[in-house]
């Protein structure tokens, strides 16, 4: 694992932003973990994880302001930085509800390994992140067996400060397997025929948890043609020469 590091105040935030927007790749790893992470739930920390091994943790319940006057929230609803999540439904309502964040341009590992195994006539399984960890054989940061029963019996253990220089290497080993290894091997497998699909179910579950906004009835108009699915390129992920030159390495 690389260094991490972990900020608390504007100053310190606003540096980290500005250090992953001007990275060679932009793609970042994202996790959030708080205390009942998802519609109702409430985000402490927020980690990103870049290419060359960096670890930003950015603590939001200490300093809120991270997400406004930090920068937090113009990287994640940057259409410009690939953000890879791992099911992204809970982090997306929960970034929604409590900031106002709404998450762009999102590359979910776990649609992904979903879709290359429809793509391959298989039922689309939806792994856990340590059971795709497991199946890539990518080996996990293991927590302490006091924070380990912590996980297990408390709740509320990300709310809890100080935090622990085990809480952060936790923290940090959810969002570190996401760039590059998962991406570089879920990319590289992924069906071209399916990228399309691929896109739009990672901007339909982005959103799937939100609350729908209420409107008025309306009879659709005669004679308008049906609802596509959004395009995506290769090219909008920015990434198709990559994936061209890590297809042979990165076999799934």
Request: charged letters at 25%; hydrophobic letters at 35%.
């Amino acid at each position: 694992m690389g260094k991490i590091h972990y900020i608390t105040s504007k100053l310190a935030s606003e540096n980290a932003i500005k250090a992953i927007l001007k990275l060679e790749r932009s793609v970042v790893g994202v996790k959030c973990h708080g205390t009942g992470v998802g519609p109702k739930g409430n985000i402490t920390l927020i980690t990103m994880a870049t290419w060359d091994g960096e670890v930003y943790i950015f603590d939001v319940k200490i300093n809120p302001d991270l997400i406004y006057d930090g920068g937090l929230m113009r990287l994640l609803q940057s259409v410009d930085l690939i953000k890879v999540l791992h099911d992204c439904s809970s982090d997306g309502a929960n970034l929604s509800r409590q900031f106002g964040v709404k998450l762009q341009n999102v590359y979910d590992t776990q649609l992904a390994y979903s879709v290359i195994m429809e793509g391959r006539g298989l039922p689309p399984r939806r792994l856990s992140l340590p059971g795709l960890c497991d199946k890539c054989k990518i080996v996990r940061y293991t927590p302490s067996q006091e924070l380990q029963r912590l996980l297990n019996d408390d709740p509320n253990v990300w709310a809890r400060r100080p935090i622990t220089r085990d809480m952060l290497n936790t923290a940090a080993a959810d969002a570190v397997p996401l760039v590059p290894a998962l991406y570089l091997e879920l990319n590289s497998s992924i069906p071209e025929d399916k990228w399309e699909w691929f896109c739009h179910l990672c901007d339909q579950n982005s959103q799937s948890l939100l609350p729908c906004k209420k409107s008025a009835k309306r009879q659709p108009k005669k004679g308008l043609a049906p609802l596509e699915l959004p395009v995506c390129t290769l090219a909008d992920w920015q990434e198709k020469n990559l994936r061209e030159s890590c297809s042979e390495q990165h076999k799934f």
